[in-house]
């Protein structure tokens, strides 16, 4: 099955300990001919509204759609705040970045965030969900809150059988803006194919070795994937 390799984009998630790393390694993504990139803003020690806004003073010539993330430490990131104060940053960057990854997780305790960041910028509603899901429960997270600009949904592939629930879940969503794959090592297969299943993007590592999520494959190794399928 071959796809226009326009429609298969990828996602250079990035991290640094500081504001100039991960503004640096947004340039380096840039540079590999990635089509967004995702700034994990909870890898930056020390993070407040100040170092947010710096991050996006460094990255302001970027060609290419930011993602802004402050990932807790209970779903693959370094962020230990308070559900408000994770809030108040994610608020912050929405007055920057292109898109502004929320959690489901945190709309329990500040129920205010999803509606304020959509005023300033294109929400990502995101499920990291810790077990498999089945097609229904996909869709109707999808329609329990409408409105978001994509609906992100992740889960743990226990088996390659798993892929196969995700993509089928993937294409279940036609209509809406969505990015459903299954992490860890047995989740590679709906990784790669979830932008051929209708996802918008595909996540990526800059480089080997610094991955932002269990399974993930770095930006060159999917590109030639992206290639392989064109």
């Known amino acids: 099955m071959g796809i226009r390799v326009g429609a298969y ?3 250079a998630s990035v991290t640094g300990k500081d504001e100039h790393g991960i503004a640096r390694a947004a340039l380096a993504a840039e540079e590999l001919g990635v089509d967004l990139v995702e700034l994990r803003l909870d ?3 020390g993070l407040d509204r ?3 806004r710096a991050v996006f003073r460094m990255t302001a010539g970027l060609g290419v759609p930011k993602i802004a993330t402050v990932m807790p430490s ?3 990131g370094r ?3 308070s559900p408000k104060e994770r809030a108040e940053l994610l608020f912050e960057a929405a007055g920057y970045a292109d898109y502004v990854d929320v959690g489901v997780e945190i709309l329990g305790e500040v129920d205010w965030l999803l ?3 959509s005023r300033r910028s294109k929400a990502i509603l995101s499920w990291h969900a810790d077990r498999m899901l089945s097609v229904e429960e996909m869709k109707e997270f999808a329609r329990s809150r409408q409105g978001c600009s994509v609906y992100k949904i992740a889960m743990p592939a226990r088996s390659l059988a798993d892929n196969l629930v995700a993509l089928e879940g993937c294409l279940a969503l036609e209509g809406v803006k969505r990015v459903v794959f299954c992490y860890g090592s047995e989740g590679l297969p ?3 194919l979830s932008p051929v299943f209708g996802s918008e993007w595909a996540y990526a590592a800059l480089r080997k070795g610094e991955e932002t999520a269990p399974g993930q494959v770095d930006v060159e190794r999917l590109k030639r994937i992206r290639e392989a399928f064109a």
């Open 50 to 52: 100040d170092k947010v």
């Open 9 to 11: 984009r990828i996602c």
């Open 190 to 192: 709906s990784r790669v």
């Open 43 to 45: 890898s930056v020690e």
């Open 74 to 76: 209970s779903i693959f």
């Open 79 to 81: 962020f230990v705040g």
């Open 115 to 117: 509606e304020k960041v």
